[in-house]
């Protein structure tokens, strides 16, 4: 009984294995079926300019209602917002991290993919989203003492933010510096988090003979007040833009 026990065991974690090892493939079939067949030259001299034209067609596509977007632009390393066509918000990347999955796209799926706004159906973070108060100027130096000596609602709170798009892409973008032990606290316990999730879903996948859902991730890292910044000025399921070579 024990052998046949063990046996079953080793068959449900190989079987398990396979799954994970196929998820990708499975991701990439998944992406063919819902995409829109484009055209696009077989000609690794054009890649550059391809996908260059599927970023401007991306950011034609956004909505052209008052609506705040977030630009992901790898090569010029930048994080941004955008809205009516113009670039309002541009922040540096200290660390951009695309998922090997993404980076060996086939150039087919990338302009497929990428030509147009990707939805964000799930957007977390550690920090809340506080409304803009429009402050009126002090007419009397009693308003001005009582303006600055106010309490800030907006305090320093480490950042951490995971956007899932429609199409299962992770994007977790994060502080680039933690530097105090709160900070620290937040970083294992986001990246803690992010390990027991798909540990979680690859269990129950095994578990109970289900695929496992891959999800191609993008990890990027800016200044905490930038990435405050824009978080906030974010809707709460905005649109984004991926650019990438």
Do not use: C
Request: charged residues 20%.
């Amino acid at each position: 009984m024990l052998y046949i026990a063990l046996v079953m065991i080793l068959i449900v974690i190989i079987f398990g294995l396979l799954k994970y090892a196929m998820a990708p493939v499975h991701k990439l079939a998944e992406w063919r079926q819902t995409q829109e067949t484009i055209a696009v030259y077989d000609d690794a001299k054009l890649d550059s300019i391809q996908r260059l034209i599927a970023f401007r067609n991306a950011l034609l596509s956004l909505p052209e209602k008052d609506s705040i977007h977030l630009i992901v632009n790898v090569p010029d390393s930048s994080l941004g917002l955008f809205i009516n066509g113009v670039l309002i918000y541009n922040v540096k990347m200290t660390r951009i991290k695309l998922d090997p999955v993404l980076r060996k796209l086939p150039q087919s799926m990338y302009v497929q993919t990428f030509s147009k706004p990707l939805s964000v159906a799930v957007s977390e973070a550690s920090i809340v989203k506080e409304p803009i108060i429009e402050k009126v100027a002090p007419k009397t130096p009693e308003e001005l003492t009582a303006s600055v000596t106010s309490p800030d609602t907006l305090v320093h709170q480490p950042v951490f933010i995971k956007l899932i798009t429609d199409n299962g892409i992770h994007f977790l973008i994060t502080q680039n510096e933690n530097l105090t032990s709160v900070d620290k606290k937040a970083n294992r316990s986001f990246w803690s988090a992010r390990r027991m999730e798909r540990t979680k879903s690859f269990l129950t996948a095994m578990v109970k003979f289900q695929p496992y859902e891959f999800q191609p991730t993008v990890i990027l890292e800016a200044n905490d007040k930038a990435l405050t910044a824009i978080y906030r000025a974010l809707p709460e399921q905005p649109k984004v833009v991926v650019y990438y070579e």
